[in-house]
């Protein structure tokens, strides 16, 4: 059964970081595109960083440059996002998920439709 599944979500105060991890089961990352997306509160979904297969290479959308960072590990089959320097605007349920189609990470992250797999999300919320 293919599957991926977000950890590292927590409480931060403002100016916190966390580690989120997504892992995948049932399916070698290698060769998949993975994006990381985020739903505030009473908001749409957004994707917040991507990166694809082999090349690796990288988007990330505005609001978060700087104070995110993606990156895979392909021997543990698991790709995480680095989260920095967290603002209230940050909180939300963060999502990853992973498309087989060869895309740029650009458009993977503006194109949900892309996506084939989805994670159930972990939940991140910064507060004072």
């Known amino acids: 059964q293919l599957q991926l599944v977000e950890s590292g979500g927590g409480l931060v105060q403002p100016g916190g970081s966390l580690r989120l991890s997504c892992a995948a089961s049932?399916?070698?990352?290698?060769?998949?595109?993975i994006g990381w997306f985020r739903q505030a509160p009473g908001k749409e979904r957004e994707g917040v960083a991507c990166?694809?297969?082999?090349?690796?290479?990288?988007y990330y959308t505005e609001s978060v440059k700087g104070r995110f960072t993606i990156s895979r590990d392909n021997e543990k089959n698991t790709v995480y996002l680095q989260v920095n320097s967290l603002k209230p605007e940050d909180t939300g349920v963060y999502y990853c998920?992973?498309?087989?189609?060869?895309?740029?990470?650009?458009?993977?992250?503006?194109?949900?439709?892309?996506?084939?797999?989805w994670g159930q999300g972990t939940q991140v919320t910064v507060s004072s």
């Open positions: 990166i694809t297969g082999f090349e690796e290479t990288t």
């Open positions: 998920a992973a498309t087989h189609i060869t895309t740029s990470p650009q458009k993977m992250c503006l194109h949900e439709a892309l996506l084939d797999y």
């Open positions: 049932g399916f070698t990352l290698d060769y998949y595109g």
